[in-house]
């Protein structure tokens, strides 16, 4: 069965530090994959999502970045995290056209 | 653009009983998906039921099942014999059939179910 990784789970950050999140996906090959940003009491929006390795679409402009250098890994970066960087993000992957998307268990980022 | 309404923040609901949760969508696609998804206290996002739109029979899956209504554009969520743990943040969401990339999210209805 698939199954979708997270880390780390939770994270403290200063203002103007690095910011690296992780997500692995296992049992499944070429599986799209999503970055989403929850803040507090709301709904979910979409950052970036892959096709593929070393395909990434933004869907909004901000100061983070995101990478695919294999597979099964999704990455979100930031060289310089901002207050309003703080929030729970989600990775998801899907399996295609008409697949629903599954839930990593989401990093809750704090910016200080 | 397609949007996603849930006009009710939070719902209460007694244990045992049934809730039904609303979820309004607005597009001009004709093939889509619909989803709910359930998202505890621990956040975890959980699929609780999909609906595909060219299909008129309303998804079921146990306790949980949907009125889909694609003239009125609804999909709303009833959930039967209500437990404890159906406490949750529940999202409608909406998704191309040509686009799966483009899932769009509710703002989310906080359903507590009490003893």
């Known amino acids: 069965s698939q199954t979708i990784h997270q880390w780390p789970a939770t994270l403290v950050q200063p203002v103007g530090s690095p910011l690296s999140l992780e997500c692995t996906v296992e049992?499944?090959?070429?599986?799209?994959l999503y970055w989403y940003r929850q803040a507090a009491g709301r709904g979910l929006q979409l950052l970036f999502y892959?096709?593929?390795?070393?395909?990434i679409s933004s869907e909004v402009p901000q100061n983070l970045s995101a990478s695919r250098p294999q597979d099964r890994q999704f990455i979100l970066s930031s060289k310089k995290l901002l207050l309003s960087d703080s929030g729970f993000y989600l990775c998801a992957w899907s399996g295609g056209v008409g697949y629903e998307q599954y839930f990593g268990p989401g990093t809750r980022l704090t910016v200080t | 653009a397609q949007t996603v309404t849930q006009s009710q923040p939070e719902m209460s609901v007694q244990e045992a009983e049934t809730v039904t949760l609303s979820c309004t969508y607005d597009?001009?696609?004709?093939?889509?998906?619909l989803f709910w998804y359930k998202q505890p206290p621990s956040r975890q996002m959980i699929l609780v039921i999909r609906q595909e739109a060219y299909k008129q029979q309303n998804a079921t899956e146990n306790r949980f099942s949907v009125n889909f209504q694609k003239a009125a554009k609804s999909f709303s969520l009833k959930i039967s014999d209500s437990q404890l743990g159906d406490t949750a943040m529940y999202f409608c969401a909406f998704m191309k059939h040509v686009n799966n990339n483009d899932m769009r999210f509710g703002a989310g209805t906080r359903l507590t179910v009490k003893p």
């Open positions: 049992g499944t090959s070429n599986p799209n």
């Open positions: 892959s096709v593929g390795i070393g395909q």
């Open positions: 597009t001009s696609e004709n093939n889509y998906y």
